[in-house]
């Protein structure tokens, strides 16, 4: 699925195994099971619905904590791509919900722009379900770094810039409850594969929500359908 939109992830798998060692919806959704299938942990734990359920009982929590990290898989284990992010901490004030991203390392070129997107998205989603307002995200690196070749070409990315609220504006609100995120994920990943083999062509798709209606309209345009 992912690799017909991005071809260069083949390049991350670690052969003869078919998922990325470093994945992180494995490793949210389903900590403790190996991407390889070499270790499992006995029992797996959904970090999002843990962290979902403790600040429904209590918005007070300082406990909404998730690890990306799995001692017994990852310590002794060398591989084409592991998780940057060691650990997520939510917690909800003034009625907002607040992120620290702790992450080890990763590059300021190729891969900043990939956790502001990625972990603000989770924090959005965890927000829409919460039915809070959306807070401050806190991205903090052990290592952030920018390699030699992109420093040369530093002005490249410079002329590059560009603002993704021209296309996307803030008022394109992504939040919405748990039941209503997971029907519009599950008819996003259905819908998806039907117009990527070929097999419905109906381009009609309405979800209500400004922000959805855009991502099936982007993955419209990438399949090539009108």
């Known amino acids: 699925f992912i690799e017909y939109y991005n071809p260069q992830m083949v390049s991350q798998r670690d052969k003869p195994y078919e998922n990325i060692n470093g994945s992180y919806g494995m490793r949210l ?22 962290i979902y359920e403790r600040l429904k009982i209590n918005k007070n929590s300082r406990f909404a904590i998730s690890s990306y990290i799995i001692p017994l898989i990852d310590s002794n284990r060398i591989a084409m791509n592991n998780p940057h992010s060691i650990s997520s901490s ?31 998205f989770i924090q959005e989603t ?55 995120w997971d029907k519009t994920i599950k008819d996003l990943i259905w819908i998806e594969a039907e117009w990527r083999q ?11 929500n400004k922000y959805w209606d ?10 090539g359908l009108p």
Request: hydrophobic letters at 40%; one cysteine or more; aromatic letters at 14%.
């Open 198 to 208: 070929g097999i419905a062509m109906d381009n009609s798709v309405k979800t209500g």
């Open 214 to 223: 855009n991502c099936f309209r982007a993955i419209l345009f990438r399949v």
């Open 29 to 50: 959704f389903h900590w403790g099971r190996d991407p390889h299938g070499l270790k499992n942990i006995e029992v797996f734990t959904d970090q999002m619905k843990n």
């Open 90 to 120: 939510f917690f909800i004030k003034d009625n907002k919900l607040h992120l620290n991203q702790h992450i080890r390392a990763n590059d300021f070129i190729q891969n900043l722009h990939k956790d502001v997107f990625r972990w603000s």
């Open 126 to 180: 965890l927000a829409g379900w919460l039915k809070v307002d959306l807070g401050q995200m806190t991205l903090m690196y052990d290592s952030l770094y920018m390699r030699q070749k992109d420093y040369e070409n530093i002005e490249k990315y410079e002329i590059n810039i560009f603002d993704i609220y021209d296309n996307y504006p803030p008022e394109q609100d992504m939040r919405l409850s748990r039941i209503m």
